[in-house]
């Protein structure tokens, strides 16, 4: 009896090694919600192939940054790129993952998706409450055959550290001086009307309730929660539709293998070309170049390798794209400096 216990008792705790090794190769990060929809479709198929879950803590970039510098997480992610500088401070270095758009969504009554265009002027004219009703003579301009209602705009933008507020707040600097001199960019800003809201799902979900609303969230955001979403006018004068297409010609011209020097620094802001998206923006993955647990971040590299090399239709079919061959091939010649890597 008493060796049928101890038989028992070196089961179980051979059965809890082998759960504590498997959960042990599950990997942790945070940030971003831009990029949430597709890392968590990724991590679903990943597990499948590999047995490797992710765990994923979609807090916004600011979340993100500041998770990795604690060190709670393998990775950070985040929509505003760090500089060189305060890489090298922190010890981390850091790699796009893919791209994609942001894009206003509107909720005005007999507005259908695609069916109003805004330029970058006027946006940041409605976003400062300069232009505080629908049927403003700046936007019927841009939209002379649109019915728009003598409604005003309900502004919403995010409340939390956003590199999608990032990335949309340097657009309108690039477009105004007068957002660019008063409001500026940064993954949290003052901002000069509106109502907040958490994360891309937050701005997605108040849009959908607010009859008059204007926000800003990434394009899955905008598909999956049926929001109406405008046309932009691009730095070519073109009224851009927000597709796969558009946001590949916005990248199209990145030196990425150049981009490697400065830390993958890389914008698609406002870029020249008659079908580029003119808010196109990439999430950066962190890591440390001398990780505290080598081999967990490693299993994040491999994670991200193979999004790289398999989850290519994955992004295509939540419309984002995903990174050339020579971005891949410059990212994952820069994982070299990290140690443990493998690479």
């Known amino acids: 009896m008493k060796n049928s216990i101890k038989a028992l008792i070196g089961a179980v705790a051979g059965l809890a090694m082998v759960t504590s ?6 990997i942790t990060g945070a940030g971003s919600t831009f990029v949430f929809p597709i890392v968590a479709k990724w991590a679903s198929v990943y597990k499948g192939v590999s047995g490797n879950g992710l765990n994923y803590q979609s807090i916004g970039s600011g979340g993100g940054i500041a998770q990795i510098k604690a060190k709670t997480v393998t990775f950070g992610a985040t929509d505003k790129p760090l500089a060189l500088k ?4 922190a010890g981390l270095t850091q790699f796009p993952v893919v791209i994609g758009g942001i894009v206003p969504v509107v909720n005005v009554r007999g507005v ?3 069916q109003l265009s805004q330029d970058g002027p006027t946006l940041a004219a409605i976003f400062q409450g300069h232009i505080s009703r629908w049927d403003d003579p700046a936007i019927k301009r841009l939209n002379p055959g649109v019915n728009l209602p003598g409604q005003a705009i309900a502004v919403v933008h995010r409340s939390d550290g956003s590199g999608t507020t990032f990335q949309f707040a340097t657009y309108l600097g690039r477009v105004s001086a007068d ?3 008063n409001v500026g960019a940064d993954t949290a800003i003052d901002w000069p009307v509106g109502i907040g809201a958490k994360g891309n799902e937050g701005v997605a979900g108040n849009v959908a309730q607010i009859s008059g609303s204007i926000g800003y969230v990434e394009y899955a955001y905008a598909k999956q929660n049926h929001l109406s979403y405008s046309k932009m006018v691009n730095k070519d004068g073109k009224s851009v539709e927000p597709t796969v297409e558009a946001f590949r010609a916005a990248a199209a011209s990145a030196d990425w293998v150049g981009a490697a020097n400065t830390g993958f620094y890389v914008l698609f802001l406002d870029s020249p070309g008659a079908a580029s998206w003119p808010i ?7 890591v440390y170049k001398q990780p505290s647990d080598p081999a967990a971040t490693a299993e994040a590299l ?3 390798k193979w999004d790289f090399e398999k989850g290519d239709q994955l992004a295509l079919g939540l419309d984002y794209v995903p990174l050339p ?5 410059a990212i994952e010649a820069s994982w070299k400096g990290i140690q443990g890597s493998g690479m």
Do not use: M, R
Not at 21 to 26: C, E, F, G, I, N
Not at 86 to 89: G, I, K, M, S, T
Not at 280 to 286: C, I, Q, R, S, V
Not at 325 to 329: G, S, T
């Open 21 to 26: 090794a498997a959960l042990a190769a599950d």
């Open 325 to 329: 061959d020579n971005a891949v091939k």
């Open 86 to 89: 305060e890489l090298n401070a």
């Open 112 to 114: 259908a998706p695609g």
């Open 302 to 304: 491999k994670f991200f």
């Open 280 to 286: 196109t923006a990439t999430t950066f993955a962190l």
């Open 179 to 181: 957002w660019k001199n």
